[in-house]
Nanobody
């Protein structure tokens, strides 16, 4: 079973940057994707960014494209989300998740989730 632990959240002013990390441990798939999702109070959990572990292919939500970058580090078995030009509407709990196969946008397609890390962007 894969375990995921997020870190790097915090409070930042609009226009600032944060870098989120997600460390994976335990058994992994031979072909899998990792994704970042976020959920604000009273809203649905939404896809933010995803990466195919082996190909490096990425996908982004329109709302973050050009501002956020997802990357992975094979040696550390970690995935990162670099968030630049943050906006108040980016405020949410951010989760990383993993699934076997390709990147998909639906949260229900992901098998394992981290505990989440809070990102708060003040105006």
């Amino acid at each position: 079973q894969v375990q995921l632990v997020e870190s790097g959240g915090g409070l930042v002013q609009a226009g600032g940057s944060l870098r989120l990390s997600c460390a994976a441990s335990g058994r992994t798939f031979s072909n899998y994707a990792m994704g970042w999702f976020r959920q604000a109070p009273r809203l649905e959990r939404e896809f933010v960014a995803g990466i195919n572990w082996y190909s490096g292919g990425t996908a982004y939500a329109d709302s973050v494209q050009g501002r956020f970058t997802i990357s992975r580090d094979d040696a550390r078995n970690s995935v990162y989300l670099q968030m630049n030009s943050l906006k108040p509407e980016d405020t949410a709990v951010y989760y990383c998740a993993v699934r076997g196969g390709k990147i998909v946008y639906s949260p229900s397609a992901y098998d394992t989730w981290g505990q989440g890390t809070q990102v708060t962007v003040s105006s």
